[in-house]
C-alpha cells in the first residue's frame, strides 16, 4: 500500500523556519520522482520542489535560494527545509510521487511542477507564516 505522510507544518514568523518530513512506504522511495507541492486558499495547487530518480532537484523560481529538498533513502523520508519564510509562503504543503502502482516515474520531467501528473499525495501538513 501507497503511503505518503507529511508533518512539520506549523506557525512561524516572517523571516522563520520549518522543516517539512515526508514519510513514505510501499514504493522504491529511492529511485523515483517525489514532489513537494502547496495550495493556499483561494488558489490552484503549485509545484515547489521536485527531486528524480537521478537526485536531480528543481524548484519553483519563488522558492530558489530559500527552500531545499533533501532525501533520506534509509528512512524512505523527503524533506523541505524552508528558511526565510514569506507570509506568501502560507499554506497546505502536500508531498506527492507519480506513476502507477506497477510503474512509478523515475523522472520528474516532463511538467515537473503539473500537479495533475501525481498520482499519489499525502494529507498535507498546514504552513502558517503571519504577516
Known amino acids: 500500500q501507497v503511503e505518503l505522510v507529511e508533518s512539520g507544518g506549523g506557525s512561524v514568523g516572517s523571516g522563520g523556519s520549518l522543516r517539512l518530513s515526508c514519510a513514505t512506504s510501499?514504493?522504491?522511495?529511492?529511485?523515483?520522482?517525489m514532489a513537494w507541492f502547496r495550495q493556499a486558499p483561494g488558489k490552484e495547487r503549485e509545484g515547489v520542489a521536485v527531486?528524480?530518480?537521478?537526485?536531480?532537484?528543481q524548484y519553483a523560481e519563488s522558492v530558489k535560494g530559500r527552500f531545499t529538498l533533501f532525501r533520506d533513502n534509509d528512512k524512505s523520508t523527503m524533506y523541505l527545509q524552508m528558511d526565510s519564510l514569506k507570509p506568501e509562503d502560507a499554506a497546505m504543503y502536500y508531498c506527492?510521487?507519480?506513476?502507477?502502482?506497477?510503474?512509478?516515474?523515475?523522472?520528474?520531467?516532463?511538467?515537473?511542477?503539473?500537479?495533475?501528473?501525481?498520482?499519489?499525495w499525502g494529507q498535507g501538513t498546514q504552513v502558517t507564516v503571519p504577516s
Open positions: 527531486i528524480d530518480g537521478g537526485n536531480n532537484i
Open positions: 510501499g514504493f522504491p522511495f529511492s529511485r523515483i520522482c
Open positions: 506527492a510521487t507519480r506513476g502507477s502502482r506497477w510503474n512509478f516515474a523515475v523522472w520528474c520531467d516532463p511538467l515537473a511542477f503539473d500537479a495533475g501528473k501525481y498520482s499519489y
